[in-house]
């Protein structure tokens, strides 16, 4: 059998990641913001006030990031097309 190369397929020194490094470690923050808040906030209103204003920031910064990504595709393929 003859090994096929897909014309679509992704090479790997070019990968199509999300977020990249940047959004790794910030959604892997987001996900231990809840036990490092429990850690240091002993009061449990505040502990789970602080948790949700994590939860919404680490959301807000993700989907920032990907709308930067997104439109830095955008403006790659205009120009690709301009040429």
């Known amino acids: 059998m003859q090994n096929t ?7 790997f020194h070019h990968p199509r990641t999300a977020l990249s490094t940047t959004g790794h470690w ?3 923050l987001g996900m231990l913001s809840p036990l490092i808040i429990g850690e ?3 009061d449990p209103e505040r502990r789970w006030r602080y948790t949700r204003m994590a939860i919404i920031a680490t959301a807000a910064l993700t989907q920032g990031l990907y709308a ?3 439109q830095k ?3 790659e393929r205009k120009q690709d ?3």
């Open 68 to 70: 930067q990504r997104l």
């Open 5 to 11: 190369v897909y014309p679509s397929r992704q090479a």
């Open 40 to 42: 240091f906030v002993k």
């Open 73 to 75: 595709e955008r403006e």
């Open 26 to 28: 910030l959604k892997t």
């Open 81 to 83: 097309r301009e040429r």
